[in-house]
């Protein structure tokens, strides 16, 4: 049986504050006994934590520890239907895998591509995406 190293979050500490047990004193703060040895925990802060305390204080009128960037979106494009048909082909993308990667129909694809319908805001900013990096059509290796 070999020794496991002791995780950094949990080390020996000599307290003060002591309690008996039928087993002998230890610590108050003890989290579990090792050969002897008292294990504590040290209570560290997690990433998520630190941020949420962050944002509560900017909440509350502290900025100290925020910074605050606001991005203003131009509308997405008004595509024809031509356009359609050329940004999917430039991917190199079927109108099915177009229509997957854009979470609606073949159909409505199809549709846009001949002028029966328009694609709505969401689908022409992920249309715009696709005209400016036709590899996000790709498949990820």
Not at 43 to 53: G, L, M, W
Request: with cysteine; aromatic share 4%; net charge positive.
């Amino acid at each position: 049986m070999g020794n496991t190293p002791v995780p950094e979050s949990t080390r020996k500490k000599i307290l003060p504050a002591k309690k008996k047990t039928q087993f002998g004193s230890y610590p108050l703060n003890c989290v579990s006994l090792q050969g002897g040895i008292c294990m504590t925990k040290v209570n560290k802060k997690s990433a998520i934590e630190e941020s949420v305390e962050q944002f509560t204080s900017y909440l509350h009128g502290d900025p100290s520890h925020v910074t605050v960037n606001t991005v203003v979106l131009d509308d997405p494009p008004e595509y024809k239907p031509e356009d359609i048909k050329m940004i999917r082909q430039k991917a190199g993308a079927t109108q099915r895998v177009l229509a997957e990667m854009l979470a609606v129909s073949p159909r409505t694809v199809e549709a846009w591509e001949v002028g029966r319908t328009k694609p709505t805001g969401s689908a022409r900013r992920l249309l715009q995406l696709v005209d400016e990096n036709p590899k996000l059509l790709q498949p990820m290796a």
